[in-house]
């Protein structure tokens, strides 16, 4: 079944900034990812999924209402989850077999620590402190706004929301970053009115692509790149490089899909003055998600961002998610992305808080992205993440151990983050033990007794289950969607397993990867 998108007005006075140039302050628009659910002879009935301008209106809280949220909660929920994995160890390691108690040490560090971890992130949540009012003041400055795109047609969705950001103060212009090899839409890029199209070859002069930049009136400004060397990390830096002749205070960046509220830019660039240095935001994919594996998805990315808004809380280094990120921009262009890096995001963050600095994350900046495409390309976009995340900690391994520039919280974090995927290799090796004592009655003395293994197991669940429960209700699911996504997200962990294995082994051992890009529902 084939999704369109549909754009439509969200005031009598708003315009179509992909033809007339930027919008006046104050417009704003909304955009209806529809789908035909069912075809009559006469008419065709959709099922929508609204973003854009009003991403923040129904997010009163990233978290439950309840009382105030208390540190005694978050230790309580460590000590249990500690003590129930430190007796799971005890039985484990009264094996006579050597080899199963290393093992079960390696199945404790792998998969207890996500566990503990997630359980504790999600507690932080459940029991919700008053939500922070932060100010939107706006400040005089200069900005440009970096959307990646490669061969991505949601770019064209997604523009006139970017175009409709509140200017005010800020002086910005839209910088789209193409490094399609579709030629057809190179030409639909080429074709939109009021806008300024650079087509940028190896010995192409950056000064001069920056000083039509800055002569341009055009609010909208398409670099397209006939070389794409570096993948998005490559096309973030080239642009950089570029602006280096044309005064910018601050880079913003999105992805080509992503819709963003008419205070974004204001909002974060206020957050950026206030922490004198880059902030994260984060991207509900609420465009999409309104079948099994677009509400899980969805949903996914709210837990996310309920982790990253509690280890912002305890000091335990939130990271940049590749988009929803202001930069003030003599930082980022002091500090490039890796361009060899599949997951260079990641590998950006660790690189910040190894100098010592740190990037936090603001639960009110939000940039709206679509849901994949299908299956195939959740799995392809899901085992790049999990390769590249464990060999940019392998590479980093040993500096953030012996760093004396950050402290043991940060250290914790990172190392949270480095191992997230490392859990599905404690899973396999948990089944491996279970499956050879139900093959080989022998190998049930010596392995762990299957009562304390289903129990850990029942944990495990536990702590995999809870956050997707809490971030389905974030997510306004009633309860029968938000039971169907609870036991959906259960048979995912299983279906993914041998990608997230066979990935997570490729970032341990291998060296080489591409860079593949994530098809976007409704991009065919």
Known sequence: MRAVFLPFEGRKNSCNPISEGRCSHGTSAFFVL?????????????????GGSHVNKRYKALAIKGRPVSNRISVRMVLVSFLVVVAWVVWAINSPVAALNVLAVFVVISFGFNAIARLTFTSLSLFA?????????????????????????????????????????????????????????????????????????PESNLQEISRRINETDHALVVIHRTNPVGGKAGAIN????ILRWSEVDYIALLDADHHVAPDFLKRGI???REYGGPVAGWQPHRLGAYRFLGTFVNVNWAITAMEMQARQRMGLAPIFGGSAGIFPFGWLYDHPFDETSITEDWEL?????????????REDLAAVGIVPANFASFRTQQRRWAEGTIRDFRHEFWKILSSRRINWRTKLGLVYQGLLWTQTL????????????AVFPWFNGASIPTAVTLGAWGFFTLAHLLPVAVGGKVEGLRTYRNFRNVVFSLLMLFVMLPDYLYATLRGLFLEKADWVVTKKLGSD
Not at 139 to 145: C, E, S, V
Not at 164 to 187: C, F, M, Q, W
Not at 351 to 357: N, S, T
């Open 34 to 50: 529809a789908t035909p659910a069912r075809q009559g002879n006469d008419s065709v009935q959709f099922e929508t999924s609204i």
């Open 129 to 201: 402190r008053k939500r922070e009012r932060w100010p939107v003041q706006a400040y005089p400055a200069k900005a440009a706004i970096l959307v990646s795109a490669r061969n991505d047609p949601s770019i064209f969705q997604a523009l006139p929301s970017v175009l409709r950001v509140e200017n005010g103060t800020i002086d910005y212009k839209v910088l789209v970053l193409d490094d399609s090899t579709d030629p057809d839409l190179v030409a639909r890029l080429v074709s939109i009115p009021s806008s300024l199209f650079i087509q940028q070859g």
């Open 238 to 241: 080239n642009a950089v490089r």
């Open 270 to 272: 206020a957050a950026s």
């Open 349 to 361: 963050s660790l690189q910040a808080y190894l100098r010592g600095e740190e990037i936090p994350f």
């Open 426 to 437: 404690g899973l396999a090796a948990s089944i491996a033990v279970v499956s050879m004592g």
